[in-house]
């Protein structure tokens, strides 16, 4: 295998992160004192730690520091995200003039080329990023919106739906996940998922897991009146299976469930939807939280068919359950198991198009089982989440 022309720098910045990370932490912040404030906390999901770009950056870049279109695209993709942080194109050019300088210290035993075109892909990299932060602070497009919380439902001990009502409409697709943060959780955001679809009145859902870490407990937590930050969405599943006109095949798990049911909800506004068979999935019966209400969107929808799982028969003392979870009277169609046996045993589904959403690893297990039914791995998308 033929080595890339800058892994020899790669390797020296991945070998010595921390201390990089430093380096230029500090060389910036004496190049732009703005920057304080503006950077990622150590608690913040949402963003990729500057080590991890440069070294990604460099195993990437061709001979003498030649940097491809596609990943200029993804640096301006993630300068225009990082203005949610603050982040303006006189701290971007600060920061590349840090790391260039850092990277001349930590390289000084290589050649010299290899170092000067490394410097030629950061620098590139920037003026792209730059470029795209001039460019849509021209068009007047916000770093983010802000929403004020309206109504917390908590549906079980771990289960909450937040809704929130936003300045004006919220730039997202059906399938997206989007960055939030409250007020009290300065420069520390975590990605959630709209549980219905954009709409002119700026109303958004959110269904969070408060045990999943402590910032997810503390979004659990919100109030009415309480003001959070909501980015732009990022993300394509999903993409084109609504379009298709495919009759289709959705599998959820916990919080899953929410960018699935944004896609049902864009369903409902078809003169002719397609059929959708849906797999709600839960670790126990009292968190299938939102249960209730999708069976009452059967209720009146022919086309939709709505099958709950849970991994265990009933709940545990902890659960909480509420009526959201309680099937109405006269409905007995829960099972109990692993969802990758219950959706498996119930055919190949080599018709649908199948969107799967949920921890990753459970994901890739119905996805896993799927296959080997007999579902074209084609027809299968799948979100961790």
């Known amino acids: ?30 190049l732009a004192p ?47 995200d990082s203005r949610r942080f603050g982040i303006t194109p006189n701290i971007l050019t600060a920061l590349d003039e840090a790391i260039r300088i850092e990277l ?30 001039h460019d849509i602070d021209e068009q007047g497009t916000p770093a983010f919106l802000t929403a004020e919380v309206v109504e917390v439902e908590k549906r079980s001990r771990r289960f909450s739906v937040v809704r929130l009502q936003a300045e004006s409409q919220l730039p997202y697709r059906s399938g997206q996940y989007v960055p939030v943060t409250t007020s009290f959780l300065p420069n520390t955001w975590r990605y959630a998922c709209p549980s219905i679809p954009t709409n002119e009145w700026g109303q958004v859902e959110f269904h969070i897991q408060s045990d999943l870490d402590d910032i997810a407990g503390l979004l659990a937590k919100s109030r009415p009146g309480d003001t959070w930050s909501i ?14 006109r495919n009759d289709l095949l959705f599998i959820s798990h916990g919080t899953g469930l929410a960018p699935l049911r944004s896609f049902m909800f864009e369903l409902m506004n078809q003169a002719a939807p397609p059929r959708l068979h849906f797999f709600v999935g839960a670790d126990y019966p009292g968190e299938l939280y939102e249960l209730m209400g999708m069976w009452n969107f059967a209720a009146a929808s022919p086309w939709l068919s709505v099958v709950p799982v849970s991994e265990h028969d009933e709940d545990a003392w902890w659960v909480q359950a509420t009526e959201a979870s309680k099937p109405p009277r006269g409905l007995h169609l829960h099972q109990v198991g692993s969802m990758a046996d219950i959706v498996t045993q119930a055919g190949a589904w080599a018709d649908r198009t199948v969107l799967i959403a949920g921890p990753e690893a459970w994901a890739k297990n119905v996805r896993r089982a799927m296959i080997r039914r007999g579902t074209p791995a084609a027809q299968i998308e799948m979100l961790g989440c």
């Open 34 to 80: 703005e920057i304080r404030g503006h950077v990622p906390t150590a608690d913040d999901l949402t963003h990729i730690s500057l080590p991890e770009l440069l070294s990604a950056l460099l195993e990437g870049t061709g001979d003498e520091g030649k940097v491809s279109e596609e990943t200029l695209e993804f640096f301006r993709e993630t300068a225009v």
């Open 1 to 30: 295998m033929t080595s890339r022309p800058l892994s020899s720098v790669a390797r020296l910045v991945e070998d010595n992160a921390q201390d990089f990370l430093r380096a230029v932490s500090e060389r910036v912040l004496s």
């Open 104 to 133: 001349r210290a930590l390289c000084e035993d290589l050649p010299f080329e290899t170092v000067l075109f490394a410097e030629r892909a950061v620098h590139s990299t920037s003026l792209a990023g730059i470029r795209a932060i």
């Open 231 to 244: 980015g732009p969405g990022v993300g394509d599943f999903g993409e084109g299976a609504i379009e298709s």
